[in-house]
């Protein structure tokens, strides 16, 4: 009789098992908004950019969304967040105008400096005197 009751439980339990396994992969959490992709940080008070502080990101850089890698983009205008100490990214959308849609350095993967993608001036050869 002990035995039977072990089998029994010992069923029921891995019965329960595949069962929350079937309905996780029938049923897949929704992804996280893009704010929470990224680690957070402590609420910070406001203030202005340091001496040091400068954007990482040339305008006109070429950079791709980590959330959406699928089109390059250009950086429009770097602009500083007061709240999270960083600089910011206007890069290009398909956002109405009135809307400038701004992401944060984590969020963007760099294609190519705007400086690098023009030939020299010689044409690309080097000139020896």
Do not use: C
Not at 105 to 129: I, K, M, Y
């Amino acid at each position: 009789m002990q035995a039977l009751r072990r089998i029994v439980r010992t069923t029921a339990w891995r019965l329960r098992a595949l069962w929350l396994y079937m309905a996780a992969r029938a049923f897949p959490q929704p992804t996280p908004a893009w704010w929470q992709r990224y680690p957070r940080r402590a609420s910070r008070h406001p203030r202005p950019p340091a001496e040091g502080d400068r954007p990482q990101l040339a305008d006109g850089t070429l950079v791709r969304l980590t959330g959406r890698p699928g089109r390059q983009r250009r950086v429009l205008q770097s602009t500083w967040h007061w709240h999270r100490h960083e600089y910011v990214y206007i890069v290009e959308t398909s956002a109405r105008a009135s809307f400038k849609p701004y992401w944060f350095v984590d969020q963007l993967s760099v294609e190519a400096e705007e400086g690098s993608r023009r030939p020299d001036a010689n044409g690309g050869h080097e000139h020896h005197a």
